[in-house]
Every structure is written in structure tokens, then in C-alpha cells.
């Protein structure tokens, strides 16, 4: 970690990532475990503190929290790959396996949000079925996506540092997902991250990320994040 550090404040954030190498591919996969883990966990919570929680809801709160963790893996993997290829295109010449390992580094912020969303739904009472107010840590994580942004900006470095590409060139590579997954949300395709207003995929909304309010369930408002609506009478 020292070693990690010292690099930093020499080499700045690109020679960190320059000392990566694809045997750091486990390392990187561990960090965004975490965030998905974390991110489950925010669902979960939340959906325990719910006033309008049911318990027949149960099942469908876990299946919920389930599509929430495979999500960020698949959204690692995907715009990974998604990134790699753009990459090349713009002649860039690099690892995918290493920058696999690279981009789950990228991940750390989400990380930070991740424990910021379970500190959130902690530190609450309970969770209304209108989510107002929701406080200083409530406002970072769903209002300025500065996580998202965060995981964004390390992407590009990331891209920079395996693919030897310019700034531009690596903030072109790392926006091709986004405008992907806008696309594809603005078709009526989005894919949700699952979670609620709470949930650590509140830093992702330009990635097709959850919405602020949960009456209408643990969704994001894509087709993909199931949640749960509590029945009714």
C-alpha cells in the first residue's frame, strides 16, 4: 500500500496505474466485488427499514439485491470490453486483460459510495415511501454522481496508461459505453442497476443507474432490476 502511495505522488495517477500488470487482473475483479457487494447490501437494508415493506415481499427484495450485484459485474465486464475495442480502433495498442485489471481499480469510488449508501440506510430510521430529505450523504450520492464521475475519470487514466492514447482519445474510449447505455435508455432499453433511491447505484445515473424515489419499488427505471411492489388492501 506504502509502495502504491509513493508511486502516486511521483509518477501521479497514470504511472499507478502504468505499475498494474494483468497479474493484478484478481485484484481489480476483488475491488469490484466489493462494490457489488455493498451495493446489495444498501438494497437489502433498505427494503428491511421500508414503511411499506411487506413481508410477503421478501423473495422479491433478494432477487432484486441478487440482479444489483450481477449488474455491476456485467457492467464492468461489458464496458470493459466496450472501452478495449474502442481503444484499438483509435489505435491503441494494449492488454485487455491488464486493463480488466485496471478498470476494476477504476472502481474504488464506487466502492466509497458503496459504504456511503450502507452508512445511509443505517443512520436512517426508516426509509419512506417518498424519499425526501434525505440529508447531506443522501444529496452526494443522488444528486452530483461525483462517484460516477470519479470511476469515469480513473476509466480514462486507466485507458490512457494501457493504451498509450491521448486524454482525448481515452475520454472518447471511456464515453462510448455512456452513450451506449444513454441510448439505449432513451429507446426504452435502459438498463436499470437495480437498488433504490438509497442504493450504491446512485452515483451511476448517466449508466442507466436508480432513480430518487422507491414507491414504486426497488427499481431504476430500466427493464432490467425486477424490485418489488408491496401489494396493496
Do not use: C
Not at 498494474?20 to 476483488?30: C, I, N, R, V, Y
Not at 472501452?83 to 466502492?111: C, E, Q
Amino acid at each position: 500500500m506504502s509502495n502504491a502511495v509513493e508511486t502516486m505522488k511521483s509518477k501521479g495517477l497514470k504511472g499507478w496505474f502504468e505499475n498494474l500488470t494483468s497479474k493484478d487482473l484478481m485484484k481489480g475483479f476483488a475491488v469490484v466485488l466489493l462494490a457489488a457487494v455493498l451495493s446489495a447490501t444498501a438494497v437489502i437494508l433498505e427494503a428491511g427499514k421500508s414503511t411499506f415493506t411487506s413481508s410477503t415481499a421478501g423473495t422479491s427484495i433478494y432477487i432484486t439485491a441478487a440482479i444489483s450485484f450481477g449488474t455491476y459485474l456485467v457492467l464492468w465486464l461489458v464496458s470493459s470490453l466496450i472501452i478495449h475495442a474502442s481503444a484499438r480502433v483509435l489505435k491503441g495498442k494494449g492488454s485487455l486483460r491488464r486493463f480488466l485489471a485496471m478498470n476494476g481499480f477504476a472502481y474504488i469510488p464506487l466502492v466509497i459510495q458503496g459504504l456511503l449508501s450502507v452508512l445511509d440506510v443505517v443512520m436512517s430510521p426508516t426509509i419512506p415511501q417518498s424519499a425526501t430529505g434525505l440529508g447531506i450523504v443522501g444529496v452526494l450520492l443522488g444528486e452530483f454522481n461525483v462517484f460516477n464521475s470519479a470511476t469515469l475519470i480513473l476509466s480514462a487514466v486507466a485507458a490512457m496508461a494501457n493504451y498509450g492514447l491521448s486524454r482525448k482519445k481515452a475520454a472518447v474510449a471511456v464515453l462510448i459505453p455512456v452513450a451506449i447505455s444513454l441510448a439505449l435508455t432513451f429507446t426504452g432499453f435502459g438498463i436499470s442497476l437495480g437498488g433504490g433511491s438509497r442504493s450504491a447505484f446512485r452515483g451511476l445515473g448517466i449508466l442507466g443507474g436508480g432513480g430518487r424515489t422507491i414507491g414504486g419499488g426497488f427499481t431504476g427505471g430500466g427493464f432490467v432490476g425486477g424490485g418489488f411492489t408491496p401489494p396493496t388492501g
